[in-house]
């Protein structure tokens, strides 16, 4: 993103296009979803500012409402750093996940199938398996990371919903940090392929095996984050806060 890419910092560039806050706060909130934010380390508006080559206007406004999202939180020294992490936060952010997530899946699945598109459906997840897999040969934990985020809000935006997508969208802004914990079992975490899972229940018109899948998957995912390293100490200042 350039700074002169002539967008100004409170206004649009024309009709369909997003202000540059908005597209700041998108990537920044895309950064939180997919870790790399990381726990402990600080940052700065204008290290923010210096590393997307804008002014630190819309940084100031992306990072004031993603505090407002409990995803940063702003210190004293008007730093802003991710939120400490409990044990206690951690199983109920997990818990939540699976509530949504589930109910996210079988109101997908209903609506693809209502739409006669559930092949298409299990094709795009399929696809972005598929990379994920590549990504996981490869020690590529960003891609990884990417990769599933993709495949489940691929799955949940397919319900079309304006209520239970956003409320996902905020657990993941919360536990997105700390899934660079992940990185050490990368490509050994899982016995059980459950994205593979949910494709073939897409495939073979199973909604209660599509559902068991996705809760098995977070089940999954978050039990191979170490609890033993929550809450987490604070530390270094990022790299961007320069």
Same mark, same amino acid.
């Given at each position: 993103?350039?700074?002169?890419?002539? %967008?100004?910092?409170?206004?649009?560039?024309?009709?369909?296009?997003?202000?540059?806050?908005?597209?700041? &706060?998108?990537?920044?909130?895309?950064?939180? $979803?997919?870790?790399?934010?990381?726990?402990?380390?600080?940052?700065?508006?204008?290290? =923010?500012?210096?590393?997307?080559?804008?002014?630190? $206007?819309?940084?100031?406004?992306?990072?004031?409402?993603?505090?407002?999202? !409990?995803?940063?939180?702003?210190?004293?020294?008007?730093?802003?750093?991710?939120? @400490? $992490?409990?044990?206690?936060?951690?199983?109920?952010?997990?818990?939540?996940?699976?509530?949504?997530?589930?109910? #996210?899946?079988?109101? #997908? &699945?209903?609506?693809? #199938? +209502?739409?006669?598109?559930?092949?298409? =459906?299990?094709?795009?997840?399929?696809?972005?398996?598929? /990379?994920q897999d590549v990504a996981i040969?490869?020690?590529?934990?960003? @891609? &990884?990371?990417?990769?599933? =985020?993709?495949?489940?809000?691929?799955? &949940?935006?397919?319900?079309?919903?304006?209520?239970?997508?956003?409320? %996902? /969208?905020?657990?993941? *802004?919360?536990?997105?940090?700390?899934?660079? *914990?992940?990185? /050490?079992?990368?490509?050994?975490?899982?016995?059980?392929?459950? !994205?593979?899972?949910?494709? @073939?229940? *897409?495939?073979?018109?199973?909604?209660? +095996?599509?559902? !068991?899948?996705?809760?098995?998957?977070?089940r999954d995912g978050m039990g191979?984050?170490?609890?033993?390293?929550?809450?987490? +100490?604070?530390?270094?200042?990022? !790299?961007?806060?320069?």
């Amino acid at each position: 993103m350039s700074p002169d890419d002539g %967008i100004t910092d409170d206004g649009k560039v024309g009709e369909g296009k997003t202000t540059l806050q908005e597209r700041v &706060y998108q990537t920044l909130r895309a950064e939180i $979803m997919t870790g790399r934010f990381r726990p402990g380390r600080s940052v700065t508006i204008r290290g =923010l500012a210096d590393s997307l080559g804008v002014s630190s $206007m819309p940084v100031r406004e992306a990072l004031r409402r993603l505090v407002s999202e !409990h995803a940063l939180t702003l210190k004293p020294n008007r730093r802003v750093e991710v939120p @400490a $992490m409990t044990v206690e936060a951690f199983e109920e952010l997990a818990e939540a996940r699976v509530a949504l997530e589930v109910l #996210a899946a079988r109101r #997908a &699945y209903e609506a693809a #199938a +209502a739409r006669g598109n559930l092949d298409a =459906l299990a094709a795009r997840l399929e696809r972005i398996d598929a /990379e994920q897999d590549v990504a996981i040969e490869t020690g590529d934990w960003e @891609a &990884y990371l990417q990769k599933n =985020l993709d495949f489940h809000f691929t799955l &949940y935006d397919a319900a079309r919903s304006r209520v239970t997508v956003p409320l %996902i /969208e905020s657990l993941w *802004l919360q536990i997105g940090p700390f899934l660079y *914990l992940t990185r /050490e079992t990368l490509g050994v975490t899982y016995n059980e392929d459950r !994205h593979k899972e949910a494709v @073939a229940a *897409l495939r073979g018109r199973e909604i209660d +095996a599509l559902a !068991h899948a996705i809760e098995q998957d977070i089940r999954d995912g978050m039990g191979s984050l170490p609890r033993g390293k929550l809450p987490f +100490a604070k530390g270094a200042a990022d !790299h961007r806060a320069t």
